[in-house]
């Protein structure tokens, strides 16, 4: 995935200049800086009702998405709909009986 990153140009040219003097690329200093980043845990643990207050939204995808589903916006919105649709179905009466299924 291609991304853009607006950093200061002296701290640029410092790591450029030192991948170039190590024989790597920028974005192999990059990539290496990112996963050991992620290998660390986290120095302020995130607890779910903070995450949850902070954005409201996260708590309608609860129960909807599955860990190998796609993180492309659409995708979401999609398993967010059809969570909604399965929990309207199971709480509103049903149309030809008047019963719940």
């Keep these: 995935m291609k991304i853009t990153l607006d950093i200061p140009d002296a ?10 003097r190590e024989g790597r690329t ?5 990539i290496k800086l990112l996963q050991n980043w992620l290998s660390t845990p986290p120095s302020v643990p995130i607890e779910p009702a903070v995450a949850e207050a902070n954005t409201p939204w996260l708590a309608v995808t609860r129960g909807a ?4 589903q796609s ?3 659409e995708s979401i919105r ?3 709909a059809a969570s909604w649709v399965a929990e309207a179905a199971e709480t509103l009466p049903h149309r030809n009986s008047g019963k719940r299924p």
């Design 65 to 68: 998405l599955r860990p190998d």
């Design 71 to 73: 993180h492309d916006l």
């Design 11 to 20: 701290l640029y040219r410092r790591v450029k200049a030192r991948s170039a």
């Design 26 to 30: 920028f974005r192999s200093v990059a």
């Design 78 to 80: 999609g398993s967010v």
